[in-house]
């Protein structure tokens, strides 16, 4: 077996306490220093795992959700944390340190993230809204990429699996005395699979068939030792079908032409960085640029199609610095800038209609954390306050050549320029602990947190998941406070419990209600649905993570999450006969359990993942007709390391073939094999 570094065996482990990370304070801290549940997943469990996609590597992690139920052809993921609901926007993602969330809509396209590049992912659970603003009410995902360690280094690998899916990646670095350089690329193709059952397909159900490229690259400049420059850069392009076909009919009642529905997407990501270190101060300045255009062909029934386009752009600049001058104490403050906007149309192609949504927002932030390590260390209290100001305006919601096709927007949504609106919101966070021993400890945190609703949740009317929902540009803000309580405790060398309990207290979610109409869409009824804000919403649950390193070469886990996140207090003026108290949330499993480990042998090394998820409601009355089925899925993988970076892997997920119905009654997607081959230089 080609033998790996000492830094590459040491984060073999699962969870190791030692670890560094900056994503919960802005300051390089262990774990273990940081009063608050935080998991890094390093390289290692990276490359070992058998995955195909950024959002694949966060399935295992307790406290974390992920739906993307045709795998690596979806071309969405939603991850939330800690049963925030089917809220992306509710958990902040970060691509080292900048923000990828979008203000239109709050979701993040986990797929222009290159796996193949990413160096370790830092997961901070419950609300960083103290330090990272709204979208960080359930915690915070920060996808951090290499930077090149060596005068000349890089890698390749292709892989070929079922559905004819050929995917291929490369990443070459470079490092001066000065100046380093990374450019990686990704691709990858598939003809897809048709997840409606077979019983119910028609001519009109196609497989869903993908073919997405990106590229990346940064260059950095180190003007002396403590000073540096970098500058990072992305971009994807996406084309994938939405496994619907559309036959069109000529003047005689025959098909004159047939159409494919299918997703064109072409993002990219821009990002300036200049950092600097003395002998008390530490400092950060970010500017950056996200950008996406986005298409999507649709129909409503047989005789009606239309085009859904979106121009999505998102920026912000920030500057945060730290002050370490005082005995046992480093302060860290800093100013923010975020701003985006929204400019999509429903393009009907068998009418004159045409469809406007659009909006733009800006948020400006000030904070200030502190943290305190009084004497030995084993005492650490960190507190933290935020003060946000957040604004929506340029917002309408337009028909244009409106016909009798359109009137269900006309009737039920808001129409013309909408109002502006701005809000402030003050948020503090105090978390403590006590070390207990040089390895274990036992914390708690008290925080809160704030987000405003997403630009389309004001501005747009149009089909979602499961329906068609409504916006409404009068919601108000989110807002929560959450307290929670933990530990870790190392039994013995290697082996280390972790549990968390934490209760949480939402207030004006944002959350789409039924109001008992239906809309005629993909020739299905589907339900009407009103953003709406719920009065009060309660979430407790617990987590127990078991991780064990036995030796460098075998690392095993074991966790298990329960979560109830129940709406306590409902009421909507526009439907005052609407009774949901006490109801789940939707898109939350009420458990998950995941269990697996790597063991590298001189032979081959071995990969192996158990997931299970609970029940999971897709309708705001917990209809048992309406659910996502409890199902677990068992992944395997094999590889070997040969001479001169060569390795050879072999690997199946979901063996045994489970599969269950998603919210639109398709099959997930079943067994999947696959082989890989990489070679490392």
């Known amino acids: ?168 990646n490369a990443n070459i670095g470079a490092r001066g005395q000065k100046v380093y350089a990374n450019l990686n690329a990704f691709a990858r193709t598939s003809t897809g699979y048709n997840g409606v059952p077979e019983e119910e397909r028609t001519a009109q159900n196609i497989k869903i068939a993908l073919k997405e490229a990106g590229v990346g690259g940064l260059i950095g400049f180190y003007l002396n030792p403590t000073h540096k420059i ?25 098909v004159g032409y047939v159409l494919d529905a299918d997703v064109t997407q072409k993002s990219g990501t821009y990002k ?27 129909f409503r029934s047989t005789t009606e199609l239309y085009d859904v386009t979106s121009k999505r752009r998102d920026w912000g600049v920030w500057f945060n610095q730290s002050y370490s001058g005082f005995s046992h104490q480093t302060i860290t403050a800093g100013l923010e800038y975020k701003g985006g906007f929204v400019d999509g149309r429903d393009v009907y192609r068998t009418s004159t209609d045409v469809i406007i949504n659009k909006g733009e927002s800006n948020a400006f932030a000030l904070y200030l954390q502190d943290e305190i390590r009084p004497g030995s260390g084993r005492f650490s209290l960190i507190p933290a306050l935020r003060f946000d100001y957040a604004r929506f305006g340029n917002g ?27 809000w402030t919101s003050l948020n503090p966070r105090l978390a403590f602990q006590y070390r207990i021993g040089e390895m274990s400890r036992m914390y708690a945190n008290i925080g809160t947190g704030f987000r405003p609703g997403a630009l389309e949740d004001m501005c747009r009317t149009g089909p979602i998941s499961g329906g068609v929902v409504v916006a409404n540009p009068e ?143 897709t309708t705001d009355d917990n209809n048992d007709d309406n659910t996502i089925a409890e199902y677990g899925q068992f992944d395997a993988k094999i590889w070997r390391s040969f001479a001169h970076g060569v390795s050879l892997t072999i690997g199946v997920n979901n063996l045994f073939d489970k599969q269950v119905k998603d919210s639109n009654g398709n099959l997930m997607m079943g067994r999947y094999l696959y082989t890989k081959i990489s070679v490392s230089f």
């Open 1 to 168: 077996m080609a033998q790996e570094t000492q830094n590459d065996r040491d984060t073999l482990r699962m969870y190791n306490l030692k670890e560094a990370v900056v994503s919960a304070t802005k300051t390089p801290r262990q774990i273990l220093e940081i009063p608050m549940r935080i998991y890094a997943v390093p390289v290692t469990a990276i490359k070992s795992g058998s995955f195909f996609t950024i959002d694949d590597v966060l399935k295992s992690i307790s406290g974390v959700s992920v739906s993307r139920s045709m795998g690596f052809l979806d071309r969405r993921a939603t991850v939330s944390m800690r049963g925030m609901g089917h809220e992306q926007g509710r958990t902040l993602v970060l691509l080292n340190g900048m923000p990828i969330n979008k203000a239109s809509t709050g979701s993040v396209n986990f797929n222009m993230i290159n796996l193949g590049n990413v160096e370790r992912i830092e997961v901070v659970k419950g609300p960083g809204s103290s330090m990272y603003g709204g979208n960080a009410m359930g915690g915070t995902i920060n996808f951090i990429t290499r930077e090149p360690q060596r005068k000349f280094e890089g890698n390749v690998s292709t892989d070929y699996g079922m559905f004819n899916t050929v995917g291929t």
């Open 230 to 254: 970098e500058f990072s850069t992305t971009f994807y392009t996406n084309d994938r079908s939405r496994g619907d076909r559309f036959f069109g009919m000529n003047e005689n009642g025959g």
């Open 272 to 298: 300036l960085t200049y950092q600097g270190t003395n002998e008390l101060f530490s400092w950060n300045t970010t500017a950056f640029l996200s950008t996406e255009n986005y298409t999507e062909g649709r």
């Open 396 to 422: 309408g919601f337009y028909v244009e050549g409106a016909t009798s096709i359109s009137d269900y927007l006309v009737n039920h949504g808001a129409t013309g320029s909408l109002p502006n609106e701005g």
């Open 475 to 617: 919601l108000k803000p989110e807002k929560l406070t959450n307290y929670e309580v933990g530990a870790d405790f190392t039994l013995v060398r290697g082996l280390v419990l972790s549990p968390s309990f934490y209760y949480t207290l939402g207030r004006d979610f944002v959350y789409a209600v039924n109001t008992g109409e239906t809309i005629l869409m993909n020739n299905r009824q589907r339900p009407l649905l009103k953003q709406s804000n719920i009065g009060k919403v309660k979430i407790t649950g617990f987590e127990i993570d078991l991780n064990y390193t036995l030796t460098g070469n075998l690392a095993l886990f074991a966790n298990y999450t329960q979560v109830n996140s129940k709406i306590k207090e409902f009421f909507d003026p526009n439907n005052p006969d609407k009774n949901i108290d006490g109801k789940y949330l939707t898109y939350v499993p009420r458990f998950e359990a995941a269990a697996g480990g790597t063991l590298r042998t001189c032979l081959v090394n071995l990969n192996l993942l158990y997931r299970h998820l609970g029940k999971q409601y």
